[in-house]
């Protein structure tokens, strides 16, 4: 079962590694410790942090190491869009020296210069990640991230702006372009890509006998970003055509990309939306020539 925004921010901030004096404090003696990381009822992570065995993986390893989980990882672990993650990503205090290897080539290591201190062991606070996520995305990854945190309902405005006054000016102008009304990272791809095009649109437009649509361009095309997610399985292929051909009976052309295609390959989908909307101004002109 798919777990709400709220459910996700309590199981990713509860206590989940502890230091021996917190356990000493909670009532255990060290032979008790000494018994349960023996017995497997307690995992060592590193000098001083502990867990319970089922551990998430990459938790254990941030702290292995000798940091928290940050960036696009804990985002991930919170349900936020990220466009791509190669691998784990975790921050370590400044100037810190004293850690372990890391066990992939392929984990990120972060020491930023800001932070916040205090909060769990094992993961940084949720300004600490957006932050750095900023700074590790492309430019329109961390545009649809930011528009997922806003729809979520994890930052607001303000929040956002306050974080960005933290930032280097040349990142300022990201601010301008974030929408919450994106529902994915594919609608903010797509709102990026109409905006390079000489077009007027809006979002989440809601049509009489249709409902709710992704954008409508020009007044007369519907683009719907279907990703596989939300458009799997035969009911939702007969929903989505049911939605078509009422809209067609209204007036409009439906056009469907892949998300794949909008997130990896957008000269592409700009070109075919581009092409799209040129033919439909030719015929308009011959018909109007007639």
């Not at 079962?1 to 590694?17: D, G, H």
């Not at 032979?31 to 001083?48: F, M, P």
């Not at 784990?88 to 205090?93: K, P, V």
Request: include cysteine.
């Amino acid at each position: 079962m798919n777990k709400t925004v709220s459910e996700r921010l309590t199981t990713t901030y509860a206590p989940t590694v502890f230091s021996r004096k917190e356990l000493l404090e909670a009532g255990n003696s060290a032979n008790d410790i000494t018994r349960a990381v023996k017995s497997g009822l307690l995992v060592r992570l590193r000098r001083d942090h502990y867990s319970a065995p089922g551990v998430d993986a990459e938790v254990a390893e941030a702290v292995r190491v000798g940091g928290r989980v940050s960036c696009v990882t804990l985002l991930q672990m919170l349900g936020v869009f990220v466009l791509k993650s190669s691998g784990l990503h975790m921050q370590l205090l400044p100037h810190m020296s004293r850690i372990r290897p890391r066990a992939s080539k392929t984990t990120v290591m972060h020491w930023p210069r800001r932070f916040q201190r205090g909060g769990p062991r094992h993961v940084v606070p949720l300004r600490d990640a957006v932050r750095q996520s900023i700074l590790c995305q492309q430019p329109r990854a961390a545009i649809a991230t930011l528009d997922s945190l806003l729809h979520l309902g994890l930052l607001t405005r303000r929040q956002l702006e306050e974080l960005f006054a933290l930032l280097p000016a040349r990142l300022h102008v990201l601010l301008s372009l974030v929408d919450a009304s994106a529902e994915s990272g594919p609608e903010t791809y797509m709102r990026l890509i109409l905006r390079t095009l000489d077009v007027s649109y809006e979002t989440q437009v809601v049509i009489p006998g249709v409902g709710r649509v992704d954008f409508v361009v020009d007044g007369w095309l519907i683009i719907e970003c279907d990703s596989r997610t939300f458009h799997e399985g035969w009911d939702k292929q007969v929903e989505d055509r049911t939605r078509d051909i009422a809209a067609a009976c209204l007036g409009y052309t439906t056009i469907r990309p892949i998300a794949s295609d909008i997130l990896f390959d957008s000269h592409t989908v700009r070109q075919s939306v581009a092409d799209i909307l040129e033919a439909f101004r030719r015929r308009a002109r011959s018909r109007q020539a007639a």
